[in-house]
């Protein structure tokens, strides 16, 4: 397994931008593909996106697609979230995750993960 810890996370106006990074121990994180996922309160937790081993294939979810982009960086174990044009709706914890497959959607293919940092998109 891999240790997985995220950073980033704050409080932004609706319209604002965040970048999430999430850096990973370990010298075999270049095989694993990687997910962020969020969980509101009182929800469950909802994939956002996802990238290959080697960064070549992503996958998102409907609702941040054109706003959020997911990226990699093997060389410094770290994956990352930019996330444009934020909305109220995007409030929550995100959490990256690591999985020995590309690119899931669902929270059970992911083998390890990180502890969250919190989003507050004010309106």
């Known amino acids: 397994q891999v240790q997985l810890v995220e950073s980033g996370g704050g409080l932004v106006q609706a319209g604002g931008s965040l970048k999430l990074s999430c850096a990973a121990s370990?010298?075999?994180?270049?095989?694993?593909?990687m997910g962020w996922f969020r969980q509101a309160p009182g929800k469950e937790r909802e994939f956002v996106a996802a990238?290959?081993?080697?960064?070549?294939?992503?996958n998102y979810v409907d609702s941040v697609k054109g706003r959020f982009t997911i990226s990699r960086d093997n060389a410094k174990n770290t994956v990352y979230l930019q996330m444009n044009s934020l909305k109220p709706e995007d409030t929550a914890v995100y959490y990256c995750a690591a999985s020995k497959i590309c690119c899931s959607t669902s929270p059970r293919s992911y083998d390890s993960w990180g502890q969250g940092t919190q989003v507050t998109v004010s309106s």
């Open positions: 990238i290959s081993w080697s960064g070549g294939r992503t």
């Open positions: 370990g010298r075999t994180f270049s095989i694993y593909g």
